[in-house]
Nanobody, 125 residues
Framework: VQLQASGGGLVKAGGSLRLSCVAS????????MGWFRQAPGEEREFVTA????????YDADPVKGRFTISRDNVKNAVYLQMNSLKPEDTAVYYCAAAVRRHLRDYSNLAEYGYWGRGTLVTVSS
């Protein structure tokens, strides 16, 4: 399975961006998909995830109420709508996918077997 993320860019604080991630390859059934981010000099951190059916979502506290994850299983795609962006949201955003439809810990990087290359989001103050 290959993941291709897009949609990053430069935006002013308070603005919005929408990231997309399309999965290709041998996909037997939709698994959990998530977004992580990594700021310069920092470890990669969990942002949000969505279950295989799209019925459940899980958000990290810093993005609750501002970011929304969604998916389209027909297109094998997951989206991240980011509103009210802050300079501290600046990071490379990575799309990740798991084989299972539900995970014990959605924020655990080790639960995800597939990763995209990342797309850079820069929020200016």
């Amino acid at each position: 399975v290959q993941l291709q993320a897009s949609g990053g860019g430069l935006v002013k604080a308070g603005g919005s961006l929408r990231l997309s991630c399309v999965a290709s390859g041998r996909i037997v059934s939709p698994g959990v998909m998530g977004w992580f981010r990594q700021a310069p000099g920092e470890e990669r951190e969990f942002v949000t995830a969505i279950s295989g059916t799209g019925g459940s979502t899980y958000d990290a506290d810093p993005v609750k109420g501002r970011f929304t994850i969604s998916r389209d299983n027909v297109k094998n795609a997951v989206y991240l709508q980011m509103n009210s962006l802050k300079p501290e949201d600046t990071a490379v955003y990575y799309c990740a996918a798991a084989v299972r439809r539900h995970l014990r810990d959605y924020s655990n990087l080790a639960e995800y077997g597939y990763w995209g290359r990342g797309t850079l989001v820069t929020v200016s103050s």
